[in-house]
């Protein structure tokens, strides 16, 4: 039968760009070294593989122990491309597709390695360049021989600078890179990467998950009942609302976050929300060519179906703290916004006003010497029930509650509980509390409550609320104006 024409050199152009970004290209020779260290102890725990990138303007040089290759490995290696005989090995390995060693393209034009497989072999030198099917092999110049056995990568003619802070390739982007794809062998040791940039060296650490644990009563999943495909979750309540769960395969992410992706409609649950931070390890699953995402097979949907079971109960479990963490937020605005309240309150303008549940006013210093136990006159002040001289002590407070008959009212003082209570239903509170204004709102309910206490007359609290929503509705009009005359400037 015939056969498709294939441009050779187009083709490994292409397969060795196909990587969303430069950290994600140089991490294909980082899994490279992992897998040919586990390669090299396929019973027990290889030892840890030490990583060394050198950064500067003209070229990046990257080190490693993990045992190299020989002439007849390179020859073999480089004769399959894209026909990888790693997932036939007995032992984990990262690269299952055979094209990391083109992922160079992405981000430099030539690239040569210097290669030595054990103590009695020799560095052999295997030299590629962009959209070349043709290479060059030979054993290495004495200058150039290795002490021993690994490898050293030198990318060359590189497209971006890695000198410049903001640059893809920079030290602390690819501190941050690194950390975030390899955290799994960085945190068990099984990888020890060092980062060198001129005269700094920076080592590599994984990021720290300390959040409140999730999911520990369900953390490992097995799809449709086959105990071959596991599915570990290591996940955390991320009270800010900015998680992003990651997906892992051999220990290495290969989706940073779910949320970006097409999931079938998980990414808009639970695990996309924000709420979630974290890991799923699922090793059974096959990346795509430049590991971005994952091949859509039969196994994926399986594992999508896993983790749509489990969204019920990881979304009770992320409302139980989202209810606590609000809580906590609500006790600390709340006074907040009396201390606030109390001070503006305390001013000359407002003295002629009695404070809510017994707030204290300063009481200033007595004009005498306090009083005589004779008790006559001194010129000291005398005590009040319910005036006290310690302005600290706060006796009201503020909360949220939805017992009110409809969204109308902002707030009403409840006398026997010395509590200011804010109406959810109200659209002034939700929006102050989508903006995060909540002190200030509290403030001016508390303000608004004081005013009408001192004027107990009904229509003086029915005109406290009629000018409380004018005030709101004046706000958001001449918010909208200033957006729209911004645009129309820009």
Not at 88 to 107: E, H, K, N, R, Y
Not at 140 to 151: E, I, Q, T
Not at 358 to 385: C, D, I, M, N
Request: proline share 5%; net charge positive; aromatic share 6%.
């Amino acid at each position: 039968m015939p056969r498709i024409g294939v441009d050779v050199a187009r083709v490994v152009k292409y397969l060795g760009d196909n990587y969303p970004t430069p950290a994600d290209a140089l991490k294909e020779y980082i899994s490279n070294a992992i897998d040919a260290m586990r390669e090299n102890y396929p019973t027990g725990t290889p030892p840890p593989c030490h990583v060394r990138i050198v950064l500067s303007k003209v070229a990046i040089t990257l080190e490693y122990d993990a045992p190299g290759m020989d002439e007849t490995d390179w020859e073999k290696k480089l004769a399959q491309v894209a026909r990888s005989d790693k997932p036939s090995l007995q032992t984990l390995q990262i690269g299952q597709l055979g094209i990391g060693l083109l992922a160079f393209q992405t981000f430099a034009r030539k690239v040569t390695f210097f290669s030595r497989k054990s103590a009695s072999a020799p560095t052999i030198q295997v030299v590629l360049r962009e959209g070349e099917s043709e290479y060059e092999l030979k054993r290495a110049l004495k200058r150039d021989a290795l002490p021993s056995p690994g490898m050293r990568i030198v990318f060359e003619q590189l497209k971006v600078d890695p000198s410049k802070a903001r640059s893809p390739l920079g030290k602390e982007r690819l501190t941050r890179a690194i950390g975030s794809k390899f955290s799994s062998q960085l945190a068990s040791g099984q990888l020890d990467v060092v980062i060198h940039a001129g005269a700094s060296a920076e080592k590599v650490t994984a990021p720290e998950l300390n959040l409140p644990a999730l999911a520990q009563g369900y953390s490992t999943q097995y799809p449709g009942g086959d105990r071959s495909k596991k599915v570990c979750l290591h996940l955390g309540f991320e009270a800010r609302g900015t998680g992003k769960v990651a997906i892992r395969n051999a220990g290495v992410v290969v989706v940073e976050d779910i949320a970006a992706i097409d999931a079938e409609g998980v990414e808009s649950g639970v695990l996309g929300s924000g709420y979630v931070s974290g890991f799923i390890d699922a090793d059974f699953l096959r990346p795509t060519p430049a590991r971005a995402v994952f091949e859509i097979n039969e196994d994926w949907h399986l594992f999508l179906k896993c983790l749509e079971r489990i969204q019920p109960s990881l979304e009770a479990e992320v409302n139980q703290y989202k209810s606590a963490e609000e809580g906590k937020k609500l006790a600390l605005v709340a006074k907040e916004a009396i201390t606030l309240a109390k001070e503006i309150l305390q001013q000359d303008e407002y003295s002629d006003l009695q404070l809510l549940g017994g707030q204290a006013r300063s009481r200033g210093q007595p004009t005498g010497h306090g009083s005589h136990p004779t008790g006559e006159r001194t010129g000291g002040r005398s005590r009040k029930p319910g005036d006290h001289a310690d302005t600290a002590g706060l006796r009201i407070s503020f909360m949220e509650s939805d017992d009110f008959p409809d969204a109308y009212r902002h707030s009403r003082f409840e006398r026997a509980l010395g509590t200011v209570l804010a109406n959810k239903k109200n659209r002034d509170f939700a929006e102050a509390q989508s903006k995060n204004d909540l002190l200030a709102y509290g403030a001016i309910l508390i303000g608004k409550e004081t005013i009408a206490y001192n004027n107990p007359m009904p229509a003086v609290d029915e005109s406290m609320e009629r000018l409380l929503s004018f005030i709101f509705d004046v706000r958001r009009r001449v918010a909208g104006v200033t957006r729209v005359r911004t645009r129309r400037s820009a």
